[in-house]
């Protein structure tokens, strides 16, 4: 017999057999794989690209940075919408925009036509991401939410290890064109199944009308703040435009605060960071990002110039990662619905932190099945943070701002990634840079001097990083041992930072 509350909020009829809750399961499942292989596979394919069109090393970059600064930008404003009018439309129109421009990038005729087909995309991705964590939360009961994010988990680890071994048989056989085109069937057979399967909550006692001057604002303190530590190192800390960018992110926080404490139904819920579940999940996300990020970026040089693997070689040795967390993702669902998401949430970022120091004390020769065993100590890390952390944010607010919380994951994730990669990125470069010119006077052109540099640089990106996630641990305990404050946000019950059901916000 289920306890008072801890009901789905959102049920229907099954179909084919199979019930509900697990069409939602594959449906957002679907959403996480749409978004994921997009990225890890564009990644393998942007050299064709740049070749193909004709284009420079840093302009081609950008095909990768539009989704970044695009989801950045407006995924809390699309959460906020499926607070107002419900998940499901929004998640719908996310996977439309994704196929038609998915079609319409393989159909482009020169770089500015697929740039602006990523720009569609990555609107679309928005739409789809900042919901996926709404739409699964609903359809389980509370005491079941990690059991259905860590599927969802398993989903992320799917399309991360599935999109670079996609593009590269493709690439093989095909052109990058294909990269694009081949997954349109799919995901045009994803959107059509949301529209007659996804039901959404009741409309009623529902807050109406969106807060556009709090939407722009919000959306445009995110993108100007994400592109300059983005570009800061390419284009320069001291470069007038990164200086620029800086100052109107200074200048629109304060206006962006003012406006949205003074609006009826704000974008933004300040009140929402009063949930100690919800703000010590998204701090130890941005965390988790910061510090994984040097392990996608940086490893593959390790991997490529300093060892000397074939890019598919290192693609294979990396996508050793995701796998792991296709199989971790379910039992870290599982063991957060019973020990606690907070609890998880930390120690997925304790075992992470101990998995980049020891990724940082590997040596020049190091062993490939070193190398393998401790990326699988960072698939474990990543299976067992995921759904816990998100049960963290998605139970620390109430049922009127569910999208909300499912964007701000979104949002966190890309903002630590962003400064993950420029910090790590910036440390390395420099310790390696400083390590090579101290033996010889030709720095890293120097073959007998650049694999221990890289290494060396390496070794020292990845120590901070690990601090960083031991800081996000540390975040996330003491969250958990938190007392619930009596109300968040605009009519918001804050729910257990351990992820336990809100019952008040869903009776």
């Not at 991360?160 to 048989?169: N, Y």
């Not at 570009?231 to 200074?250: E, H, P, Q, S, T």
Request: with cysteine; hydrophobic share 55%.
């Amino acid at each position: 017999m289920p306890e008072p509350g801890d009901a789905p909020l959102v049920t229907g009829p099954p179909t084919l057999g199979v019930a509900y809750r697990w069409w939602v399961v594959g449906l957002v499942g679907l959403g996480s794989l749409a978004f994921f292989m997009d990225i890890s596979a564009l990644n393998i394919a942007l050299p064709a690209l740049r070749e193909d069109l004709g284009v420079s090393r840093d302009e081609i970059l950008w095909v990768a940075l539009v989704p970044m600064l695009v989801l950045t930008g407006i995924s809390m404003t699309v959460g906020r919408v499926g607070d107002l009018y419900g998940s499901k439309r929004p998640y719908a129109v996310g996977f439309g925009l994704f196929t038609l421009a998915t079609g319409a990038a393989a159909l482009a005729g020169s770089f500015e036509e697929l740039l602006a087909a990523r720009v569609v995309q990555s609107i679309g991705l928005a739409c789809i991401t900042a919901n996926l964590g709404a739409i699964v939360t609903t359809a389980f009961p509370p005491s079941q939410r990690g059991m259905a994010l860590g599927l969802m988990s398993a989903s992320i680890g799917l399309g991360l290890a599935s999109g670079p071994l996609f593009a590269g048989v493709v690439l093989e056989f095909l052109d990058w064109r294909a990269v694009f085109w081949l997954r349109v069937p799919l995901f045009g057979l994803a959107g059509w199944l949301v529209v007659v399967r996804l039901r959404d909550t009741p409309m009623g006692g529902r807050a109406q009308g969106l807060d556009l001057t709090g939407a722009v604002l919000l959306s445009s303190f995110l993108f100007v703040l994400v592109l300059a530590i983005n570009r800061g190192d390419a284009w320069g800390w001291g470069d007038g435009a990164i200086v620029g960018l800086f100052v109107a992110a200074a200048v629109l926080l304060p206006i962006l605060v003012r406006v949205e404490q003074r609006a009826a139904s704000p974008t933004l819920a300040l009140g929402l960071f009063r949930s100690w579940g919800f703000s010590g999940g998204v701090l130890a996300s941005a965390s988790q990002s910061f510090g994984f990020a040097a392990v996608a970026v940086l490893m593959p040089f390790y991997l490529v110039e300093a060892r000397g693997l074939s890019v598919l070689e290192a693609g294979a040795l990396m996508a050793v990662f995701p796998a792991v967390v296709l199989f971790v993702g379910p039992l870290g669902g599982r063991w957060s619905d019973r020990f606690g998401a907070a609890t998880l949430t930390g120690g997925g970022l304790l075992i992470g932190a101990a998995a980049l120091v020891l990724l940082g004390l590997m040596s020049v020769d190091e062993p490939i099945v070193g190398i393998a065993l401790r990326l699988v100590g960072i698939g474990i890390a990543r299976g067992v943070f995921d759904a816990a952390n998100t049960s963290m944010i998605m139970g620390g607010v109430g049922v009127d701002r569910q999208a909300t919380a499912s964007a701000a994951l979104s949002t966190s994730r890309s903002i630590g990634q962003a400064v993950g990669i420029a910090v790590a990125g910036s440390i390395f470069a420099a310790q390696a840079a400083s390590f090579a010119f101290a033996r010889s006077a030709s720095g890293l052109d120097d073959a007998s001097v650049a694999p221990s540099a890289l290494l060396h640089g390496l070794e020292w990106a990845l120590t901070v990083s690990a601090v960083i996630a031991g800081v996000g641990a540390g975040i996330a305990w003491w969250s958990g041992t938190r007392r619930p404050s009596a109300e968040v946000g605009s009519g918001d019950q804050e729910a257990p930072a351990d992820g336990a059901p809100n019952r008040s916000a869903v009776e």
